[in-house]
């Protein structure tokens, strides 16, 4: 039976990261996520997300600068991959192309905030943490949220397909916030994904009014 192949970008650290990239090995391998994880994407050449790669004995790609279009390009066709997630990806997606796999209908993203508020150039990690709680310390907000959403060349800006409310504690700080979002992102990203890579969740790669999602699907969960 086929399965869609894709192709992971996670940036990670030197010393850390990609655990996202790893649950999804994980959920494939235990069918939640009906896909193959056909490599893993990372700028560090060594570090946490290569070391989970070797550990899973999922093929490693070093993808230094300059992250051009061309370059994303070739390394999704050399791949073979039909879809690729972005879990962890801290660079501009370019090079999208509807002519080939590669393409705003096929790329899609986790992040871990709410978006359009925290999303942006420099919302990632951390500063996305910092930023909520500093919102939530001002009454402004009483919650944060993981959103998935597909990609188009600005930063945060396709249509979410996914919106997952986390409650933010009294006594919360960025990095208690980190955890509790990282778990939430695990415990929900492969399940959503395999939605859309099985064709379930689904746009024309233009127009955001274009989603579809199936009858049975919240996109506020």
Do not use: C
Not at 49 to 69: Q, Y
């Amino acid at each position: 039976m086929f399965k869609p192949r894709i192709l992971v970008f996670a940036s990670g650290t030197t010393n850390g990261g990609g655990s996202g990239f790893e649950k999804l090995v994980e959920a494939t391998r235990k069918e939640i996520l009906h896909a193959d994880i056909v490599g893993v994407v990372s700028n560090h050449e060594y570090g946490g997300v290569r070391e989970r790669a070797d550990k899973l004995g999922i093929s490693f790609i070093h993808f230094p600068e300059p992250w051009t279009g061309k370059n994303y390009q070739e390394i999704a066709i050399k791949s073979g991959a039909d879809y690729f997630a972005l879990s962890g990806w801290i660079k501009l997606i370019s090079g999208l192309d509807l002519k080939t796999n590669f393409n705003s209908k096929t790329v899609f993203n986790i992040h871990p905030g709410p978006l359009p508020a925290f999303g942006g150039n420099g919302f990632y990690g951390h500063n996305v943490h910092k930023a909520v709680i500093e919102s939530f310390k001002k009454g402004e907000i009483t919650d944060t949220e993981i959103t998935m959403h597909f990609i188009d060349e600005k930063y945060d800006n396709g249509p979410a397909f996914a919106r997952i409310k986390v409650p933010i504690n009294d006594d919360e700080n960025p990095e208690t916030l980190a955890r509790r979002v990282n778990e939430y992102e695990h415990l929900y990203q492969a399940k959503i994904t395999n939605l859309v890579v099985n064709d379930m969740i689904t746009w024309d790669g233009i127009n955001h009014n274009s989603l579809q999602v199936p009858s049975f699907y919240k996109i506020e969960q």
